[in-house]
């Protein structure tokens, strides 16, 4: 490695495979547009699928609410927490209404958030791109936008799916950063995460990931830990002025209701109901891990709750070739790095590999103590760190077909969970 790169900054040390990755030829750029439209046709079509069946809520998801964004008609519980997507679909809706005047509000509405779901896409096989060798690239963002977390929030009305396209969008920003630092590029960071915390306030834990891959390549580094206190509070603190103050307090100052009021009154509301059982804990992490990446049945149950969920049951995968298979390919993903004969030297990768596994871990926590019953409504913004810990290691292996067993998981991924989407 050069050294003088190294002295310009506290947070270069990343592999010489992303330094090639950096300037993208015209192929990978093909490549990700045809992903992106693919990703956007995909979900669209889903849209109309789920619409048809009327099963736009399942998981606890709010998309009744978001629906009346359609109309123009704002509801004070999302734009008090989400008032991003709530911006973004009234501005959407009114402009695009007016170029087509003809389209129903409802297919514009959910065009929007098609759209914001194949950004991500585009997003991911940007990381994906720094990460895994070129020709696996378009795999590795198919794996994504396959995954259920991601398809079927992108077909629904949800405010899920925008948080979960900005962590997309923060993450290739950072593989960026770490490559090659630059106040330009930590600014833009910065902003992403002022935008996601602002959708999201719970955004904030995404500075985890520089903070633990840092800490994990450079040691305790104080320079570093500036930056990185710099850039929550720059985008945390203004976030929470708007949600609280302007949002709150002068726009919707007469909610009274804890469960909108505040978000601290929120949070305690929640905490106060929730309860932490070993069953709770067992289904928590089913659906954070696992559920998140594949649909384990083609319809959820009610499960202790009056909220359409999955039996927290790993046997379920079993009960279809598609499905088995997506078990048994992931896994053999997992092991294969850790096998002598297959193993590699994955000390530029193992870093961030760990770090995305500490943000979905502190997200998740939260979200546990938050509200243990519900947890697959919050995964889009955990899939793409998942993906990055199980197909990293294993795409930077000796395995020697890894492209096969790569074709072979998406084929699997996009049959099982496409047989949850008609079947929904």
Known sequence: MDTRSEDRSAFDGSPALAAESVASDAQD????????????????LTASIISDSGMRELFGADSPQYEQLANGEVLDRITRFHPVTVAISLIWVKTIGAIFPKMWPSDILTALFALIGAIGVWAASSAFSLLVP????????????????????????ESKIVSGTLVAIYIALYLRLRLHWTLRGAAWLTLVLFIACLNEIVSV?????????????????????????????????????????????LILS?????????????????????????????????NWFVFSIAAPMPLPQ???????????????????????????LMAAMIVTPLLPMWRNSFRDFLPICLAVIAYSFVRGLFFF??????????????????????????ANSRFPAKATVLVLFAVALFLTNLNFMIAS
């Not at 203004?238 to 103050?245: D, N």
Request: proline share 5%; hydrophobic share 55%.
């Open 134 to 157: 070129k020709r696996l690239v378009p795999i590795c963002g198919t794996i994504y936008a396959c995954s259920l977390g991601v398809w079927y929030f992108s077909s629904i009305p």
């Open 29 to 44: 750029t093909t490549q990700k547009y045809l992903l992106f439209a693919a990703a956007f046709a995909f979900f669209w």
């Open 254 to 286: 007469e909610v009274t209701d804890p469960a909108r009021s505040s978000l601290f009154t929120m949070f305690w509301y929640y905490i106060e109901r929730a309860e932490y059982t070993w069953y709770n804990i067992y289904n928590f992490i089913l």
């Open 205 to 249: 834990f995404l500075v985890a990931i520089p903070a633990a891959d840092i800490l994990l390549r450079r040691g305790i580094d104080f320079r570093a830990a500036r930056w990185i206190a710099i850039h929550a509070l720059a985008s945390a603190l203004p976030a929470l002025f708007v949600l609280e103050i302007i949002v709150g307090r």
């Open 369 to 394: 103590l938050y509200i243990p019953g519900e947890s697959l409504i919050f995964t889009p913004s955990v899939v793409l760190a998942h993906l990055i810990f199980i197909l990293i290691l294993f």
């Open 302 to 328: 009610y499960v202790d709750q009056p909220i359409s969920y999955f039996e927290p049951a790993l046997i379920n995968y079993f009960r279809s070739t598609a499905s088995s298979a997506v078990i048994f």
